[in-house]
């Protein structure tokens, strides 16, 4: 990677691991940002398949303090992360190879873990986290056969790094699949730069999921979006003290990071030929991208229909469904 010393020092200053690292290392360890009950997925709004309610409730006995803050910060997030989940798996079965899967900045790593558990090797997860917190949750229902963890920011997980840990070897051939969840906008708005590091770990044909909160084209339109997530959502698990709290002490620092879609289309672009939107909640989407259009629809095609009421829902395609 050109330039990689100084992408490492913009890395090593970001917020993330600085002003905000007291925030995340308080709501992981379950002392700050506990929402008043436990977010639980809704079952109305989720397709009949046996296999994604064994997601479902898998999911729910492995989440930890953060994740549970999490989904009960972000519309219909956890209905969306089982669903993709689900989507992970059927397509790890289409596979004569077991899978790999990298998710970079997700707390206790839920998602990768019982991803793992649930497929019995089929699918081999990695997940990381600056704070040793998320990793005490990880490991609170035992050390899991299939699924590591790695206590550090995403920049300081180098392929050097994978190569020379005996346990996490294997992964140095690259990752099959890797999803980047909300962690980009924590550091900095150069995802050019963070997409080329990251990109380094992913096979050539493999799939790269990015999960973000964007700017959007029209200040007002970000803001209104802001106020349902927050009254319309959010308060069902935190009280309005709590919400403004977090906005002071997070969400003003995060926006600074936040790029918006067109510049996200662009710089997944210079890494990737296809990518399509598949996911919207407000100022929140998902992208899937990938250099191989085969695997891609392929993957894409095992998604049920998005698990969110359509008030929250803007936008349904990126360009026409390709950044290409």
């Not at 020092?9 to 925030?23: K, M, T, V």
């Not at 790999?100 to 997940?127: C, D, K, N, P, V």
Request: glycine content about 6%; overall charge negative; charged content about 25%.
């Amino acid at each position: 990677m050109r330039g990689l010393d100084d992408f490492l020092a913009e890395c090593d200053h970001a917020p993330r691991i600085n002003e905000l690292s007291g925030f995340f290392a308080a709501t992981a360890a379950g002392k700050n940002g506990v929402p008043l009950r436990k977010p639980v997925a809704d079952n109305r709004l989720l397709p009949q398949d046996e296999l994604l309610r064994n997601l479902v409730s898998l999911h729910a006995a492995r989440q930890g303090f953060f994740d549970r803050h999490y989904h009960g910060s972000i519309p219909y997030r956890l209905e969306e992360e089982c669903r993709m989940a689900c989507a992970v798996m059927k397509y790890a079965r289409n596979r004569n190879r077991p899978l790999s899967l990298y998710t970079l900045g997700t707390a206790e790593g839920t998602m990768a873990r019982t991803l793992s558990e649930l497929s019995e090797g089929q699918i081999r997860s990695l997940s990381c986290s600056p704070n040793p917190e998320n990793y005490q949750c990880f490991m609170a229902y035992g050390e899991p056969a299939h699924a590591d963890f790695f206590i550090g920011p995403f920049h300081r997980l180098t392929k050097d790094v994978l190569a020379s840990t005996p346990r996490l070897a294997d992964f140095s051939i690259g990752f099959d699949v890797i999803l980047e969840d909300t962690t980009f906008q924590m550091y900095s708005p150069n995802r050019p730069g963070q997409i080329e590091f990251v990109s380094q770990h992913l096979k050539q044909d493999g799939i790269f999921v990015f999960v973000e909160k964007f700017r959007a084209a029209e200040e007002t339109d970000y803001r209104l979006r802001e106020y349902q997530k927050d009254f319309g959502f959010k308060a069902r698990y935190f009280p309005p003290d709590e919400i403004e709290k977090k906005k002071a002490a997070v969400l003003n620092t995060m926006f600074g990071n936040e790029v918006t879609l067109a510049a996200m289309a662009e710089a997944i672009h210079q890494h990737f030929s296809h990518c399509v939107l598949t996911w919207n909640s407000g100022n929140f989407y998902s992208l899937t991208a990938s250099n191989s259009e085969e695997n891609l629809n392929r993957y894409v095609s095992q998604m049920g229909n998005p698990a969110i009421p359509h008030e929250y829902v803007y936008e349904t395609s990126l360009q026409g469904g390709s950044a290409a």
